[in-house]
């Protein structure tokens, strides 16, 4: 019996097609985030049909589809050895670097609590330079985020954070690499810390867990994985260096007791016993399976030489970079991220706003991720950057790429970063007439100032969203932007540097609610 379709496929896939064409460009290396592109269509091949075999499956119960539990035993049992787990380190296949580092403080938050029948919140030691990630997992678990400032060049000090170890702590986090700079933290000392002081030690490993260990002989890599006995558990992302789609990533855990309180069973409700070693329940296996079939293909032989490709890239891109007047490399970094800021050895006029600087590359074709500064407890303060990560496809491009930073830099050169104090100032303070739902706006958010001062602001959180609109349309910020290449991004960084966090960070909310509304 034919079946009476609404819409015909062709159609369908065509409007798809059309939607498709307007994102950021996914291969061919001109955007340097987000994305991690081989330059090997074989591989996308590989990649696309291993997807398609497991699309039906459901992941949720690896009994039933037998499938799930080989592919997880394979990968967990590659990035096992990669990182010299022994047979006491198990592991699970999460669907990303963030469900990875949530169950890593979900694990540490249940084990204090079973040493603390007391009670209490527990802590978890945080390096600023550690990925926000753990500070959404401490919202949602229930724990204080101790923050450890870090250097003015982005360097962590092992000796700050084990200052910071006591008996409430239940976890501590160390980078390797770390997300903004790419920066390595002193995992070493930091992981002996730890263990001196019974606290488990989490390394965040999401970019560098696959990209270290086959990075070229003749750098100093520091040891930051199982082979450091401080090291409790490590998150690595296959969806990164591990070139699979997007959803998968692994969560490796020293010890199986440990491991288990990652773990949710309940046998006491009227369905099927339910038992999730993850937080989803029926989820895809697909980029599992995509993820297994690339470290088929690649080998340990594949992974060297793409990362190879990788290096030469970087140190391309950092040989670009110090040879642009005005600019500078932020830090030390290491592995296949950097970060650029402005050279403040240089005069002002002479200086190039990191942040004009990417707007200025996107109409060139390329794009890179822009970073707020950030000013510390300590006073210590972060200059606003420019992110940028390597990927293997990067290393061709750089023919293309380089004078394009080059190019751009010579067109931003010496303008001043937009001032975002004097947006908010402007705004708030009232020399401008508003009305509605913005004058409700400005009055709940009239007792703030610029940062620091404002940081604690609780007001912000319960901003109506008619009032965060009203402030976001306010800064121009408001437009549901369609095209291909989004307007000038300074003004939007510059603000969420400058306003109180709770203000900027109701505003990100407002505007990313607003981009999914019907
Ligand atoms: C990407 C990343 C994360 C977050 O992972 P998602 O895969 O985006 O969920 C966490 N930490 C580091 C260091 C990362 O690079």
């Known amino acids: 019996?034919?079946?009476?379709?609404?819409?015909?496929?062709?159609?369908?896939?065509?409007?798809?097609?059309?939607?498709?064409?307007?994102?950021?460009?996914?291969?061919?290396?001109?955007?340097?985030?987000?994305?991690?592109?081989?330059?090997?269509?074989?591989?996308?091949?590989?990649?696309?049909?291993?997807t398609q075999a497991m699309l039906p499956v459901n992941g949720l119960d690896p009994a039933a589809f037998t499938s799930v539990a080989h592919l997880?035993?394979?990968?967990?049992?590659?990035?096992?050895d990669l990182l010299h787990g022994d047979a006491d380190t198990v592991g699970a296949a999460t669907t990303g670097g963030t469900e990875s580092n949530l169950l890593a403080v979900k694990t540490a938050r249940d084990l204090w609590r079973d040493a603390h029948p007391g009670g209490g919140q527990p802590r978890l030691v945080l390096p600023v330079t550690g990925h926000g990630t753990f500070r959404k997992a401490a919202q949602y678990f229930g724990l204080t985020v101790d923050l450890v400032p870090v250097n003015a060049d982005g360097s962590v000090d092992a000796a700050e954070v084990a200052a910071r170890l006591g008996d409430d702590v239940a976890l501590v986090v160390a980078s390797a690499e770390s997300y903004p700079f790419g920066i390595m933290d002193p995992v070493a000392d930091i992981a002996a810390a730890a263990a001196e002081a019974g606290?488990?030690?989490?390394?965040?490993?999401?970019?560098?867990?696959?990209?270290?260990?086959?990075?070229?002989?003749?750098?100093?890599?520091?040891?930051?994985?199982?082979?450091?006995?401080?090291?409790?558990?490590?998150?690595?992302?296959?969806?990164?260096?591990?070139?699979?789609?997007k959803g998968i990533s692994v969560l490796l855990q020293r010890g199986r007791d440990r491991q288990r309180r990652q773990f949710f069973a309940c046998g006491g409700w009227a369905g099927y016993p339910l038992v999730n070693a993850t937080m989803l329940g029926s989820k895809s296996a697909m980029a599992l399976a995509a993820g297994w079939a690339v470290i088929q293909a690649l080998g340990r032989a594949g992974f060297v030489t793409l990362t190879a490709r990788v290096a030469r890239a970087v140190a391309g891109l950092r040989a670009a970079i110090e040879g642009i007047e005005g600019l500078a490399v932020f830090g030390a970094p290491l592995g296949p991220m950097l970060a650029a800021t402005a050279d403040l050895g240089v005069a002002p006029d002479r200086r190039v706003d990191p942040h004009h600087w990417a707007d200025a590359l996107r109409p060139l074709g390329w794009t890179i991720q822009m970073q707020p500064g950030l000013t510390q407890a300590n006073g210590v303060h972060l200059p606003s950057t420019a992110h940028l990560t390597a990927t293997p496809v990067t290393e061709g491009r750089l023919p293309e790429l380089v004078p394009a930073l080059v190019q751009a830099a010579d067109t931003v050169r010496g303008r001043p970063p937009v001032d975002g104090a004097a947006l908010w100032k402007s705004l708030v303070s009232g020399d401008a007439t508003v009305s509605g739902s913005l004058a409700v706006a400005r009055a709940a958010l009239r007792s703030h100032g610029p940062r620091p001062h404002g940081a604690d602001s609780r007001d912000a959180s319960t901003l109506d969203s008619e009032s965060a609109w009203a402030l976001l349309a306010a800064f121009g910020l408001a437009a549901r932007d369609d095209a291909a290449i989004p307007g000038q991004q300074a003004p939007m960084l510059a603000l969420i540097e400058a306003v109180p966090e709770a203000v900027a960070e109701r505003l990100l909310i407002e505007k990313l609610a607003r981009l999914a509304e019907p």
């Open 72 to 80: 997880e035993r394979a990968v967990v049992g590659f990035v096992r």
């Open 199 to 245: 606290i488990p030690c989490h390394v965040d490993a999401c970019m560098g867990g696959l990209t270290l260990p086959f990075w070229p002989a003749g750098s100093d890599i520091p040891t930051f994985d199982f082979r450091l006995p401080g090291v409790t558990s490590v998150a690595v992302d296959l969806h990164k260096f591990g070139f699979a789609p």
């Open 1 to 50: 019996m034919a079946f009476d379709f609404a819409r015909h496929p062709d159609d369908i896939l065509g409007q798809l097609a059309q939607w498709r064409a307007a994102d950021a460009p996914t291969h061919g290396g001109r955007i340097l985030a987000y994305v991690f592109d081989t330059g090997l269509p074989e591989l996308d091949d590989l990649v696309a049909r291993a």
